[in-house]
């Protein structure tokens, strides 16, 4: 296949893949703790750590993902403590994260616009095997948290008291649920970008869930989402020359629009087998009693 000549675009196919499976997987506990727009925050945030890496000299993915785990800690323990004034704090985080950002993005002599804009929207064309080893080995972690202790997981995002009581450690699984986000978010940037991360984080989840009947095939749809979108997002990009970033994203809402258009009448049709299976049920006793009836 053409597509597959070119060795960026072989980066950028895996990359994407990885990205399919990383970002609806830890989504679907965003999602679930009604902490949807986490991913983007987090974003903001890594915009710091690619500008330092530009100032530094040294690799962005692997500068942002430092920042990015220092960021949603903060976050996490603003969320935790911060009750009333927690708002402002997140605010006045995420802005000074995209400030800092630019900031040293300018004063470094390795940034520019140009790059600024590839992380920010996300560049097929970026994708080197040095970010392909740091996005290999950051997805594999997401990937073995969010497969690995879903159950777990599961039940602090349904109910953290209850978990408390259970014995689980929520406090430290809350700040694993925070640090996994914000990998994912590093994972994501070169194929989706930071200002765009947190659509695929949600929106595959919210479309598995208008079909989706138990959190287990949530899970496993809003990945199957992902890696569709994201690999025919890149594909399409390479083959329309348009970003990858955007195209994914639009994908994803198609998608959504089209699993919503279907779900009423899915809807429909499981109400009525209900009805029918119920029916039958009532039906059953009547007879018997008639017969009963009829040999006395």
């Known amino acids: 296949m053409e597509i597959l000549e070119p060795a960026f675009m072989q980066r ?24 949807a727009l986490m991913g983007d925050g987090i974003g903001h945030v890594a915009l710091t750590g690619v500008g330092l890496g ?24 603003i969320r935790s403590y911060g009750k009333a004034r927690g708002d402002i704090a997140l605010a006045m985080l995420f802005y000074g994260g995209m ?56 039940a ?14 929520v406090r430290l699984l809350n ?42 095939m949530t899970f496993g749809l809003a990945m199957g989402i992902g890696v569709l979108v994201a690999v025919s997002g890149t594909t399409t990009s390479y083959y329309v020359d348009v970003p990858s970033g955007a195209t994914i994203v639009l994908l994803a ?6 699993l919503t258009a279907l779900a009423a009448p899915l809807a429909r049709r499981r109400a009525r087998r209900t009805e029918a299976a119920e029916g039958c049920t009532l039906r059953v006793p009547e007879a018997r009693t008639a017969t009963d009836d009829v040999q006395v």
């Open 12 to 35: 950028a196919l895996l990359a994407a893949l990885l990205v399919g499976i990383t970002a609806p997987a830890i989504g679907t506990f965003l999602v679930q703790r009604r902490q």
């Open 99 to 154: 400030a800092g950002g630019v900031m040293l993005t300018s004063l470094s002599d390795a940034g520019s616009n140009a790059n600024l804009v590839s992380y920010l929207f996300g560049s097929i064309t970026t994708v080197s095997e040095e970010d392909m080893v740091a996005i290999c080995v950051l997805a594999a972690f997401v990937i073995l948290v969010t497969i690995g202790l879903r159950r777990q997981l599961f």
């Open 175 to 216: 700040l694993l649920v925070a640090v996994t986000a914000a990998v994912t978010v590093t994972v994501a940037m070169r194929v989706v970008g930071l200002l765009l991360v947190s659509a695929l984080m949600v929106i595959p989840v919210a479309a598995s869930q208008q079909i989706a009947r138990s959190f287990a």
């Open 253 to 258: 809402i198609g998608v959504f629009v089209a």
């Open 156 to 169: 602090i995002c349904q109910d953290e008291e209850f978990a408390r009581v259970t014995g689980l450690p």
């Open 54 to 77: 530009f100032l530094l000299n040294a690799s962005p993915v692997w500068i942002a993902t430092a920042v990015c785990v220092v960021g949603a800690v903060v976050m996490e323990l």
